[in-house]
């Protein structure tokens, strides 16, 4: 078990109070799985991603323990995470376009970064070369500014830097979301070759959108108002999904082939509870077609078949 | 309804502007009465800076613009208003379209000292409670409010409100969708379709081929400033001819299919060519012809690419 988050919340310290954006993740990421996370914008899934690399103010470390490969990941603490970072967690940032330092060549700022970490640059090289290759970006960048790299190769740059000590998490956050469509479906699969080449263990993709991890990812978390909604592999929650919310996320999204005049699809009625004060009980009832009295009661995130979590009352009184 | 013949934009980049960006390129396309055409392309294609030729936001290097049969350039104070009584545009960030510190309801109060100052107040109050109701608001919900305190797909909406309180013909909606969430950009896609049938034309602009297929009748793609191929919607997703279109069409990510594992040959990007044609340095098919530039060329009836192998593409 590579990665293990047991009911780990994080809130917002603001005047008005605490918005409870992460209220309670549980999930495990097994050894060499990418794992999707989507939600809407404010669900939680970048205060999610960011908490287990670097959580500062105005983040709030509450409750919950993280365990990455049998050690606790000191998530709370920012000195001791130190250790952790980008040797053991690292992250590829949502604007890598804007990532690296512009006042420093790329090569330098590398050797800075790594010694830092008291790592000697001149150890790392050779491998450094072979990953660029990899990445097909030729070695003379080393010795170039970012600003004269495209947003792709910035993208690519990044992506080599930020696995360049073999972490075991390594944490993608919208990667592909300022790319070209060709670039956007290069740098994905690079993601999964990391994966294969084992530069990585194990990956956690944040995207808004999910047809992107449906191509890479092995399973997909989908978040709803600061909690899990449903974890399963990715063909399950495209295909067979559970939860009301996933269902109609994904009925709701236009595919090639379908027109309006055809088949009409339809959004979900509604807006997501505001995290400062939420609603007791389950967080998706007051837009959930399927809500009844139970609801009022927070629902466990359990597991209805194997692999298949699910927090709702419903699925629960069908497997139960 | 609309008509664009030739229109190329050039902009002046370099030092002292001693170079030339072709950012638009002789593009022609028409968009008839009720119909939705979508211009779908990447960054840098052009596609916005056509949209805000045709709101004239800004001004056009060559070629025309003709709306209803006349051209656009040639308008003037109260013609030009008149224009924009019958042409509006609503931008990609609901955000960023509004004044933070007035209140979110004072883009109608805008609309209507400027259009129908002789309207009196109750029966604009009227106006505006029918148009939000159009757009699937609840007008007690938006009104009196700021806009931070409202979402981002309830700003978009009253965006189209607003161009509905004047009746409009013409939308220019530029990326309308692209900030909203999954759960609501959907209805906001709906309520333009629906509004088609009240009798509006609509310019979507999108880079995100699903939701052009949803709405559009004809959609046009563009590659840095250049039409490549344009038509009917289901003849350009269903049989592609030009190999830019081809490659978009396997390389957008989609729910129904996977990836075919093709690996794509990423290059840096190489600046706008004047001569020759554009996708020539990513083109796997690219042959000496290629350094001249192609025309478009009818493939059947209501769908042209523009591309030298076509006659072979065709045949074979």
């Known amino acids: 078990m590579s990665l293990q988050v047991v009911n780990l919340r994080v809130f917002y310290q603001t005047l008005r109070g605490d918005v409870h954006a992460l209220d309670g993740a549980t999930f495990s990421i097994a050894d060499g799985e990418i794992m999707g996370l989507a939600g809407e914008s404010g669900c939680g899934k970048t205060t999610l991603g960011y908490s287990l690399i670097h959580l500062t103010l105005p983040k709030k470390f509450v409750d919950g323990w993280v365990k990455l490969d049998g050690e606790n990941l000191p998530i709370g603490d920012t000195d001791r995470m130190e250790a952790f970072r980008f040797k053991k967690v690292s992250i590829i940032p949502q604007y890598a376009m804007s990532a690296m330092n512009p006042t420093r060549k790329i090569g330098k700022m590398t050797s800075e970064l790594l010694e830092s970490r008291k790592v000697r640059f001149n150890d790392i090289l050779p491998e450094l070369k072979r990953r660029l290759d990899l990445v097909k970006l030729p070695q003379d960048v080393l010795g170039m500014y970012p600003i004269e790299l495209s947003g792709g190769m910035k993208q690519r740059m990044v992506m080599v830097l930020s696995t360049l000590l073999n972490p075991s998490l390594l944490i993608a956050d919208e990667v592909t979301s300022a790319l070209d469509v060709s670039t956007q479906q290069a740098v994905s699969e690079m993601l999964v070759e990391f994966r294969d080449h084992e530069f990585v263990k194990s990956m956690i993709v944040i995207t808004h959108d999910i047809s992107i991890l449906y191509q890479i990812a092995d399973s997909i978390l989908v978040m709803y108002a600061g909690k899990p909604a449903e974890k399963a592999s990715t063909t399950t929650i495209i295909n067979s999904p559970l939860h009301p919310y996933t269902r109609l996320l994904i009925s709701s999204l236009p595919k090639v082939g379908v027109k309006y005049s055809s088949q009409r699809l339809s959004g979900i009625p509604g807006n997501p509870p505001l995290l400062l004060d939420p609603p007791a009980g389950c967080r998706f009832r007051s837009r959930c077609p399927a809500a009844f009295a139970k609801c009022s009661q927070e629902p466990p995130f359990v597991e209805v078949k194997k692999g298949h979590y699910v927090a709702c009352w419903k699925e629960r009184g069908i497997y139960a | ?316």
């Not at chain 2, 931008?91 to 309801?105: A, H």
């Not at chain 2, 009196?120 to 009196?144: I, S």
């Not at chain 2, 161009?163 to 530029?174: G, P, S, Y």
């Not at chain 2, 594992?261 to 990513?282: F, H, L, M, T, W």
Request: glycine share 6%; with cysteine.
């Open chain 2, 1 to 316: 309804m609309l008509k664009i013949d030739n229109l190329s934009k050039i902009y002046r980049v370099g030092t002292f502007g001693g170079q030339e960006l072709h950012a638009v390129n002789q593009v022609s396309f028409e968009v008839g009465d009720c119909q939705v055409v979508s211009l779908i392309g990447e960054s840098g294609s052009g596609k916005s800076t056509i949209g805000k030729m045709i709101l004239g936001l800004i001004s056009k290097s060559s070629g025309s613009i003709i709306f209803n049969g006349t051209e656009t350039s040639s308008l003037k104070q109260d013609t030009l208003k008149e224009y924009y009584r019958n042409v509006q545009g609503v931008f990609q960030d609901p955000f960023s379209s509004y004044n933070p510190i007035f209140k979110s309801d004072r883009v109608f109060k805008l609309i209507k000292d400027e259009f129908f100052p002789s309207i009196d107040a109750c029966e604009w109050d009227e106006k505006v409670e029918n148009a939000l109701k159009a757009v699937g608001l609840n007008p007690e919900t938006v009104l009196n409010k700021f806009p931070h305190q409202l979402s981002g797909g309830q700003l978009q909406r009253l965006l189209i409100a607003r161009a509905l309180l004047l009746d409009i013909k013409f939308l220019v909606a530029d990326e309308v969708i692209s900030m909203l969430d999954a759960s609501t950009r959907i209805d906001v896609l709906n309520l333009l379709a629906d509004l088609k049938s009240r009798g509006l034309s609509i310019l979507f602009i999108t880079h995100d081929l699903c939701l052009g297929y949803y709405i559009s009748d004809q959609s046009v793609i563009l590659y840095k400033g250049h039409v490549l191929e344009k038509g009917v919607t289901e003849k350009i997703y269903n049989s592609p001819y030009h190999p830019y279109t081809k490659m978009l069409m396997t390389a957008v990510p989609r729910l129904d299919r996977k990836w075919e594992p093709v690996s794509i040959d990423i290059k840096a990007e190489v600046p706008n060519q004047i001569d020759g044609c554009v996708y020539y340095d990513r083109c796997p098919l690219a042959f000496d012809k290629c350094r001249q530039r192609p025309v478009l060329v009818e493939i059947s009836k209501d769908h042209s690419a523009a591309c030298w192998k076509l006659p072979e593409m065709i045949k074979g």
